[in-house]
């Protein structure tokens, strides 16, 4: 039987070589009269170039390729022979191969991860231009992902390291006593900015240990080191305390009692002085008085909280005044409407029966009430229209205080007997009642004369003033000089029911 032709060569490990190198074509078939090209070495111990193919064997033939663009990897030669002296050869040799051993492995690494290398670069040699496109892009999508969330870490690490900072303050300035605290100042944009530079300035001089003033010269059992750890230790037991007691004098600060909680925190630097005498340990002053000055920034705050609820209420009153005025201007206004229909029927019925005599009695009337009409809606057309009063209340304030106010209401007296109401233990006494166009306007230049009189600085609706009624009287002569005549201004403050109460006599009789 004839042998099997020859058609090709199968590139393998040859059997029994372990391992087989990674990445070797072992199955790849060169074309027919294909020999290896002059750069490849010859073939290594153990690896069998030339296996042949016969024709009528099953195989996988793929694709022919030229070998240079196919085969890159070059399996190392094997270790070269090595002269080994006489004396001792056997260890040393031993010892030698072993070592060239583990550089032989890894040279064997490096070439094969240029295989794979060389593989790769093929691979893309082989893509389209389009696809090198679109595996530009993304890759460039990648790198861009990448360096955004590079950039995200290290901002999550800056905000990290920021974050750790101020916690390691905090706790600095916690072991001093010194805590992070709702101040009631810090909802206040005007008080805002002022209490955090107090505040800051406090935490700069507890970092800088200069908040507490100590001695140099104790010492402790003889040891001047054991004396400046024992001073240091109790100093901040010291300032611990009256940190404590300085955020409780914070929170607990009222309007108007500012005076208790200072005397209260200089109390409590005082007995610190006191008990660290001999250590020479004491408040700063300058740390004293930031907060005393943080203190009152607290106080200051709540007189604020405590004007605006007055304000407040005033406004209410005010409105609640002006709804009432307006109320009876329309009542009044309807009072009137009917009035003058009855006086329209009247005339009609008296023209019809003849009598003209009493029917132009009845036109007056009726211009009466028409007048009264008109003077109404002015009235409501026109807010500054209304009644100006000055009354006094002598067994609530005194000789030498009175109340200039204003009012619309139809009925002036409705308001002032509203004023002497359970809020004051006597009845107001009325001096005068000025009707005028513009009684806000006298009202305002009545107050800007005695506005240095003015009983309180600070809440201007508070229309009270240091000034008997006399010394008023002779004022509204100088200011209404433009308005309509003023009624009747009384000087004598009855004050009855004071006078009753007291058991005095009465001084008009």
């Known amino acids: 039987m004839a042998e099997p032709a020859i058609i090709g060569y199968r590139f393998r490990p040859a059997p029994g070589w372990d391992p087989a190198p990674q990445g070797a074509p072992e199955d790849w078939f060169p074309p027919e009269g294909w020999t290896p090209p002059e750069h490849w070495p010859p073939a290594p111990e153990g690896w069998d170039f030339r296996e042949p193919i016969y024709a009528g064997v099953a195989h996988d033939a793929p694709d022919a390729i030229a070998a240079e663009d196919r085969i890159s990897y070059q399996p190392l030669p094997p270790l070269a022979s090595r002269t080994v002296p006489g004396l001792g050869a056997k260890k040393f040799a031993t010892a030698l191969l072993a070592e060239i051993e583990q550089w032989h492995s890894f040279a064997e690494g490096l070439n094969r991860a240029n295989f794979d290398k060389d593989e790769q670069l093929r691979s893309l040699g082989a893509m389209t231009a389009a696809e090198l496109a679109t595996e530009e892009t993304r890759l460039r999508g990648l790198v861009a992902d990448a360096s955004a969330q590079r950039d995200s870490i290290r901002t999550q690490i800056d905000e990290a390291a920021a974050s750790l900072a ?68 109790i100093s901040k037991l010291m300032l611990r305390a009256y940190n404590a007691e300085a955020e409780n004098c914070v929170k607990t600060v009222r309007a108007g009692n500012l005076a208790a909680a200072q005397k209260r925190l200089a109390t409590s630097a005082d007995q610190i002085a006191k008990l660290g005498a001999r250590m020479g340990i004491a408040i700063a002053p300058g740390y004293e008085r930031l907060r005393m000055e943080e203190l009152q920034l607290a106080a200051e705050y709540q007189e604020r909280v405590k004007q605006e609820r007055e304000n407040e209420r005033e406004r209410k009153a005010a409105l609640r005044e002006a709804e009432r005025a307006e109320r009876e201007l329309r009542a009044q206004r309807e009072r009137l409407e009917r009035e003058r229909q009855q006086y329209l029927n009247a005339i009609e019925r008296l023209v019809a029966q003849g009598d003209t005599e009493a029917a132009d009695r009845t036109r007056a009337e009726l211009a009466r009430v028409d007048g009264e009409i008109e003077s109404v809606d002015r009235r409501v057309a026109n807010v500054r229209i209304g009644h100006v009063y000055v009354i006094s209340n002598v067994g609530a304030f005194g000789e030498r205080m009175v109340k200039i106010g204003m009012t619309r209401r139809l009925e002036p007296k409705d308001r002032i007997r509203e004023l002497g109401d359970a809020s004051v233990p006597f009845r107001f006494d009325t001096h005068a009642l000025i009707f005028s166009e513009d009684a806000v306007g006298l009202e305002t230049k009545l107050h800007q004369a005695l506005a240095a009189r003015r009983v309180n600085q600070v809440n201007l609706r508070r229309e009270f003033f240091y000034a008997t009624p006399h010394e008023v009287k002779e004022l509204v002569r100088e200011v209404t000089a433009d308005f309509q005549e003023m009624v009747e201004f009384n000087e004598h403050a009855d004050a009855d029911e004071f006078r009753v109460s007291a058991g005095a006599p009465d001084i008009a009789t």
């Open 166 to 233: 101020d916690v390691r303050d905090r706790v600095e300035l916690a072991s001093d006593g010194l805590y992070a605290y709702q101040h009631p100042a810090e909802t206040s944009l005007e008080l805002q900015t002022r209490l955090s530079i107090v505040q800051s300035q406090i935490k700069d001089m507890v970092r800088s240990k200069s908040a507490v003033t100590t001695s140099t010269t104790f010492t402790f059992n003889g040891s001047a080191v054991e004396g400046r750890r024992w001073v240091g230790d």
